[in-house]
Nanobody, 123 residues
Framework: QVQLVESGGDSVQAGGSLRLACVASGPFFSLDTMGWYRQLPGQQRELVADISRAGDVNYGDSVKGRFTISRDNAKITIYLQMDNLEPADTAVYYC?????????????????WGTGTPVTVSS
């Protein structure tokens, strides 16, 4: 079973920074697009950022200019550098990965979620 484990969530003051990490493990042929999503209190889960194997990135509008996603394929890890945090960033942050399963597993193309790491930003 492919699994994702997030770390780095914490409680910080507004204006502070955090760095989240997500490590993948388990059998797969390749890890494809991976990303960070968050679920704010009372809100639906939303995209924070994602990154393809080639390094193409997308950011949610609310975090552009403040958060940076990166990827280390050798470590099968993605990171989220969060700067200038705001109280509105308070949420549980989840890692998601699309991956190609090892032959002969079917279906070949799958996705998996981590269990989340909480971030709290106080005024």
């Amino acid at each position: 079973q492919v699994q994702l484990v997030e770390s780095g969530g914490d409680s910080v003051q507004a204006g502070g920074s955090l760095r989240l990490a997500c490590v993948a493990s388990g059998p797969f042929f390749s890890l494809d697009t991976m990303g960070w999503y968050r679920q704010l209190p009372g809100q639906q889960r939303e995209l924070v950022a994602d990154i393809s194997r080639a390094g193409d990135v997308n950011y949610g509008d609310s975090v552009k200019g403040r958060f940076t996603i990166s990827r280390d394929n050798a470590k099968i890890t993605i990171y989220l550098q969060m700067d200038n945090l705001e109280p509105a960033d308070t949420a549980v942050y989840y890692c998601k990965a699309h991956y190609t399963a090892t032959v002969p597993a079917r279906p070949r193309y799958r996705e998996v979620w981590g269990t989340g790491t909480p971030v709290t930003v106080s005024s």
